[in-house]
């Protein structure tokens, strides 16, 4: 829990004959964390890489088109998992049928999103019309000449055969054509489209020889039956729309399982592949390296002997024995593993960074650090139990909400539980500071200890920080950096020196000589003296590459930055006392609105809109700074002191493994 998961790394030579069955196997487990050969070994350079031919961009472009697919007919994508190892084995001659199939289906899917889309515009633009002549309803339709709308409209005679010639022209626009009396063998109709349209509109009118006459009052003010056609216009083509889903539905239904096979057999392909990649060829061999966390290495080992039938060479080494690790030059792939409380923290520090592998993984201290800062700073009854629910339903209960969304609620749960408990410490619920018994103290009634709280606090992070800081190097074998780092040996000694000096005066007692020489004036000497000891313990000749006077230089220079550096680190802890004590001044600046207004006219009203809106103002305005303060603390005072980042993320290629989900 305190650090990475210890790993170890596989090195494997399988014969040729063997190669596909390995790594099928590597697939099927999920386990290996595949590097790449160039990067271990010089001499691996000369040696051919694995050539996947033209199958693999073949795979990746039906794969891609089988994703567009399941995502117009909303074939929702499953997460691959190992018993999918049965459809590992795709030749290029299902391939070619793969893709006949998918092709016809293409065809009929487009058909039928064309169709839709083409009906959804009609649909769109005769809404736009029924928008329009709605309001006019009452008073009539506007004249022909009236500038200001977006229709056309045309009112005269046709011949009565001509009618159905007009009505059939006019399917695929927006325009409504309506009959409004008969003279013997003419029809008098009224015709309503779109300006956008009336190129098109006057050349079928001009085809079926009709003859525009001025628009009567009568016309203009029975404009009710236009809005009638039109509204049932709308209705056909809402009708069409369903049918067109309904296709699309039942296409769904009768290829859904087919397709979802298809996928999962191309995604299995892709990762058959993709280890491949990693693959390096002798004459009679291929040549792999990966790593693996030290709980699983037999498994690994047991199922490669098995693929390959024994014959294989298998070598397993733990980090400390290899070279290119000692020098730094390779990196051990870092795998964070936690019980499922810790996981948003765990996402709080790989936002951050990753911890290199023999560092310290500071997650544990993260959650109980922060969930502490968190509800000192929001500690109210009420308000945490609003982000409980919250959280729970974001975490917990919605199966909408997903990967980092579910962690985010998950953090907001237990971000909520810290509220409530200080809420009840500080006897706060709803900003009400008379209804619950204080527990421990209220922020208002004792400010001074408030802040004193805070600074010890912060004092007990910071130094966390530094004693991570002195493992790190002790780790890391680096004594240099474990003695005279910004965060080492002598600056802690400077720093909890410093602490006690300071004490020591606000107690109104003399500071002893002896602490100030000891605690202050001897780390100091050791920081000027640093090159001369390093030197002395590794044996070697001093070394002032810049000349003596900038090295005093850069030291009285470093000496300041580490008084003033951990001076500012512990006051800025004062700001969860402050945001605490802002906290309750919001309160403050509620009540007294709800003063104001509870004896006037309706007061009772406004007091309750003013309590609720103020509420969640504060819920959701302080909540956010307050989570953004949180993790300032946790980057800047406490991860600044040790954490260098740098590690490299452990990703196993196979099914069921998260990297290849997200891919």
Same mark, same amino acid.
């Given at each position: 829990?305190?650090?990475?998961?210890?790993?170890?790394?596989?090195?494997?030579?399988?014969?040729?004959?063997?190669?596909?069955?390995?790594?099928?196997?590597?697939?099927?487990?999920? $386990?290996l964390?595949?590097?790449? /050969?160039?990067?271990?070994?010089?001499? &691996?350079?000369?040696?051919?890489?694995?050539?996947?031919?033209?199958?693999?961009? #073949?795979?990746?472009?039906?794969?891609?088109?089988?994703?567009?697919?399941?995502?117009?007919?909303?074939?929702?994508?499953?997460?691959?998992?190992?018993?999918?190892?049965?459809?590992?084995?795709?030749?290029?001659?299902?391939?070619?049928?793969i @893709?006949?199939?998918?092709?016809?289906?293409e065809?009929?899917v487009?058909?039928? *999103?064309?169709?839709?889309?083409?009906? #959804?515009?009609?649909?769109?633009?005769?809404q736009?019309?029924?928008?329009?002549?709605?309001? =006019?309803?009452?008073?009539?339709?506007?004249?022909?000449?009236?500038?200001?709308?977006? *229709?056309?409209?045309?009112?005269?005679e046709?011949?009565?055969?001509?009618?159905?010639?007009?009505?059939?022209?006019?399917?695929?626009?927006?325009?409504v054509? /309506?009959?409004?009396?008969?003279?013997?063998?003419?029809?008098?109709?009224?015709?309503?489209?779109?300006?956008?349209?009336? =190129?098109?509109?006057?050349?079928?009118?001009?085809?079926?020889?009709?003859e525009?006459?001025?628009?009567?009052? #009568?016309?203009?003010?029975?404009?009710?039956?236009?809005?009638?056609?039109?509204?049932?216009?709308?209705?056909?083509?809402?009708?069409?729309?369903?049918?067109v889903?309904?296709?699309?539905?039942?296409l769904?239904?009768?290829?859904?399982?087919?397709?979802?096979?298809?996928y999962?057999? /191309?995604?299995?392909?892709?990762?058959?592949?993709?280890?491949?990649?990693?693959?390096?060829?002798?004459?009679k061999?291929?040549?792999?390296?990966?790593?693996?966390?030290?709980?699983?290495?037999?498994v690994? #080992?047991r199922?490669?002997?098995?693929?390959?039938?024994?014959?294989?060479?298998?070598e397993?080494?733990?980090?400390?024995?290899i070279?290119?690790?000692?020098?730094?030059?390779?990196?051990?792939?870092?795998?964070?593993k936690h019980?499922?409380?810790?996981?948003?923290?765990?996402?709080?520090?790989?936002?951050?960074?990753l911890?290199?592998?023999?560092?310290?993984?500071?997650?544990?201290?993260?959650?109980i650090s922060?969930?502490?800062?968190?509800?000192?700073?929001? @500690?109210d009854?009420?308000?945490?139990?609003?982000?409980?629910?919250?959280?729970?339903w974001l975490?917990?209960?919605?199966?909408?909400?997903?990967?980092?969304?579910?962690?985010?609620?998950?953090?907001?749960?237990?971000?909520?539980?810290?509220?409530?408990a200080?809420?009840?410490?500080?006897?706060? $619920?709803?900003?009400?500071?008379?209804?619950?018994?204080?527990?421990?103290?209220?922020?208002?009634?004792?400010?001074?200890?408030?802040?004193?709280?805070?600074?010890?606090?912060?004092?007990?992070?910071?130094?966390?920080?530094?004693?991570?800081? +002195? &493992?790190?190097?002790?780790?890391?074998?680096?004594l240099?950096?474990?003695?005279?780092d910004?965060? @080492?040996?002598?600056?802690?000694?400077?720093?909890?020196?410093?602490?006690?000096?300071?004490?020591?005066?606000?107690?109104?007692?003399?500071?002893? =000589?002896?602490?100030?020489i000891?605690?202050?004036? %001897?780390?100091?000497? %050791?920081?000027?003296?640093?090159?001369?000891?390093?030197?002395?313990?590794?044996?070697?000749?001093?070394?002032f590459?810049?000349?003596?006077?900038?090295?005093?230089?850069e030291?009285? &220079?470093e000496?300041?930055?580490?008084?003033?550096?951990?001076?500012?680190?512990?006051?800025?802890?004062?700001?969860?006392?402050?945001?605490?004590?802002?906290?309750?001044? *919001?309160f403050?600046?509620?009540?007294?609105?709800?003063?104001?207004?509870?004896?006037?006219?309706?007061?009772?009203?406004?007091?309750?809109? $003013?309590?609720?809106?103020?509420?969640?103002?504060?819920?959701?305005?302080?909540?956010?700074?307050?989570?953004?303060?949180? +993790?300032?603390?946790?980057?800047?005072?406490?991860?600044?002191k040790?954490?260098?980042?740098?590690?490299?993320?452990?990703?196993?290629? @196979?099914?069921?493994?998260?990297?290849?989900?997200?891919?």
């Amino acid at each position: 829990m305190f650090t990475p998961e210890r790993m170890h790394q596989i090195n494997v030579v399988v014969f040729e004959t063997e190669v596909d069955e390995v790594a099928r196997t590597i697939v099927r487990l999920g $386990i290996l964390h595949l590097v790449q /050969l160039d990067d271990q070994e010089s001499w &691996i350079e000369e040696l051919k890489d694995f050539d996947a031919g033209k199958i693999s961009s #073949e795979i990746e472009r039906l794969r891609m088109r089988i994703s567009e697919l399941m995502k117009n007919l909303v074939i929702r994508e499953l997460p691959l998992e190992p018993r999918d190892d049965q459809v590992l084995e795709v030749s290029p001659s299902e391939l070619k049928e793969i @893709g006949t199939e998918i092709s016809s289906l293409e065809s009929r899917v487009e058909e039928h *999103l064309l169709r839709r889309k083409e009906l #959804e515009v009609r649909l769109e633009r005769l809404q736009g019309i029924l928008n329009e002549v709605s309001p =006019l309803a009452v008073v009539g339709l506007p004249p022909q000449q009236t500038p200001y709308t977006f *229709l056309d409209i045309h009112y005269g005679e046709v011949r009565t055969e001509n009618l159905d010639y007009i009505r059939d022209k006019l399917t695929p626009l927006a325009a409504v054509v /309506l009959p409004l009396a008969r003279k013997e063998e003419n029809e008098v109709i009224l015709m309503i489209g779109l300006k956008s349209d009336r =190129l098109k509109l006057k050349r079928i009118l001009r085809e079926a020889s009709f003859e525009e006459i001025e628009m009567p009052e #009568e016309a203009q003010k029975d404009s009710g039956i236009v809005t009638e056609e039109l509204e049932k216009k709308i209705d056909e083509l809402k009708v069409q729309i369903d049918g067109v889903n309904a296709e699309l539905h039942t296409l769904k239904t009768e290829n859904s399982i087919i397709v979802t096979e298809f996928y999962r057999a /191309l995604q299995v392909a892709h990762l058959l592949i993709k280890v491949k990649n990693y693959l390096k060829r002798t004459a009679k061999t291929y040549i792999f390296s990966g790593w693996v966390p030290s709980n699983k290495k037999q498994v690994v #080992e047991r199922e490669i002997y098995r693929a390959a039938k024994g014959r294989a060479i298998i070598e397993i080494v733990p980090p400390e024995e290899i070279t290119g690790v000692k020098k730094g030059t390779v990196k051990v792939p870092v795998l964070l593993k936690h019980p499922q409380f810790f996981r948003p923290f765990e996402m709080l520090v790989s936002s951050y960074g990753l911890p290199q592998y023999k560092f310290i993984d500071p997650t544990f201290f993260v959650a109980i650090s922060f969930l502490v800062i968190f509800g000192m700073m929001f @500690g109210d009854v009420g308000h945490g139990a609003v982000l409980v629910l919250l959280g729970w339903w974001l975490g917990f209960k919605s199966k909408k909400v997903k990967g980092a969304g579910k962690l985010i609620g998950r953090l907001a749960f237990y971000c909520g539980l810290s509220s409530i408990a200080f809420g009840f410490l500080f006897g706060s $619920i709803f900003g009400l500071e008379h209804l619950l018994p204080t527990v421990w103290v209220k922020p208002m009634d004792n400010v001074l200890y408030f802040f004193r709280v805070a600074i010890y606090f912060g004092i007990v992070m910071i130094s966390i920080g530094i004693i991570f800081n +002195i &493992i790190n190097a002790v780790r890391a074998r680096n004594l240099k950096a474990g003695l005279f780092d910004h965060a @080492g040996v002598v600056s802690a000694i400077i720093y909890w020196g410093g602490i006690g000096i300071v004490s020591i005066f606000l107690s109104n007692r003399p500071v002893p =000589l002896k602490l100030l020489i000891y605690a202050i004036g %001897a780390p100091v000497l %050791a920081l000027f003296l640093r090159e001369p000891i390093a030197a002395l313990i590794s044996q070697r000749r001093m070394a002032f590459e810049k000349g003596v006077f900038a090295y005093l230089i850069e030291t009285v &220079i470093e000496v300041i930055e580490i008084f003033t550096g951990y001076l500012a680190n512990t006051v800025s802890f004062i700001r969860v006392a402050a945001f605490s004590l802002a906290h309750v001044g *919001l309160f403050i600046a509620v009540f007294s609105l709800v003063d104001m207004v509870k004896d006037k006219s309706g007061g009772i009203i406004y007091s309750s809109l $003013i309590l609720i809106f103020g509420n969640a103002v504060i819920i959701a305005l302080e909540g956010l700074v307050v989570t953004v303060q949180a +993790i300032r603390l946790e980057y800047y005072e406490f991860f600044g002191k040790f954490f260098l980042g740098g590690g490299v993320a452990y990703k196993p290629i @196979g099914l069921g493994s998260e990297s290849d989900r997200e891919e």
